[in-house]
């Protein structure tokens, strides 16, 4: 079964720098769902879409943005890089059959900030 | 402030022994509590849920109890295998205003299996 994919699965950048992480949901999920993990953390919610329209907001640093486009994938943008960045930034999709639906998260973008 | 409160943090248990990790939360709005399973360098992955108009659901080795008046939740996981050594997170789901549901982890249990 199709899986949410995530690239580039590794990304090191220098502090200021400018990084774009992609996720490509589920087929026919309609929902995205960005979560930061530093190491040993639980994920923390980031900002979520639902029909390419922003649903929810979480910790989101305002140097970071993000969109879904029309074919659902959706990108995070993050900008001034910071040495706190470095993570692992999980994407997860979910459709909308009913409440609970299940999140399936994608492998992962572990960004290094140097 | 920890929305889901999860204990221990970390937690060994002998092949064929039963592990157990519990979780706690305060909002009442949180309507479905999952458990993921992590290993390292890998995605979240749900391992099981429950309602909590439902005070025990079973699937295979995995169960999970909910005591809804106490607003804690548990996960069992009998005769434990070296092969479920990974990160447990109990987590809440939360209807937020925007529509979407944004799921609220614990901090998370490092369960080893030892041989």
């Known amino acids: 079964a199709a899986g949410v994919i995530q690239s580039p699965r590794h990304l090191i950048k220098e502090k200021r720098e400018t990084a774009t992480l992609k996720c490509y949901p589920i087929?026919?999920?309609?929902?995205v769902y960005w979560y930061q993990q530093g190491p040993g953390q639980d994920p923390q919610f980031l900002i979520s879409f639902y029909e390419k329209m922003q649903s929810d907001k979480g910790s989101i640093p305002d140097r970071f943005s993000a969109q879904q486009f029309s074919d659902y994938h959706s990108e995070l943008n993050m900008s001034s890089l910071e040495l706190g960045d470095s993570a692992l930034y999980f994407c997860?999709?979910?459709?909308?059959?009913?409440?609970?639906?299940?999140?399936?998260f994608g492998p992962g973008t572990r960004l290094t900030v140097l | 402030q920890q929305q889901v409160k999860q204990s221990p943090q970390s937690l060994i248990v002998q092949k064929g022994g039963i592990s157990i990790i519990n979780c706690a939360y305060e909002n009442t709005a949180f309507d479905y509590f999952p458990w993921y399973q992590q290993f390292p360098g890998k995605g979240p992955a749900l391992l099981i849920a429950i309602r909590p108009d439902v005070s025990e659901k079973k699937e295979g080795r995995f169960t999970i109890s909910f005591n809804k008046s106490a607003k804690q939740f548990s996960l069992h996981i009998m005769d434990s295998q070296p092969g479920d050594s990974a990160t447990y997170f109990c987590a809440a789901i939360l209807l937020t205003q925007g529509g979407s549901e944004k799921l609220v982890f614990g901090k998370g249990t490092k369960l080893t299996v030892n041989p």
């Open positions: 087929p026919r999920h309609d929902t």
């Open positions: 997860a999709s979910s459709g909308t059959s009913g409440r609970g639906d299940e999140q399936f």
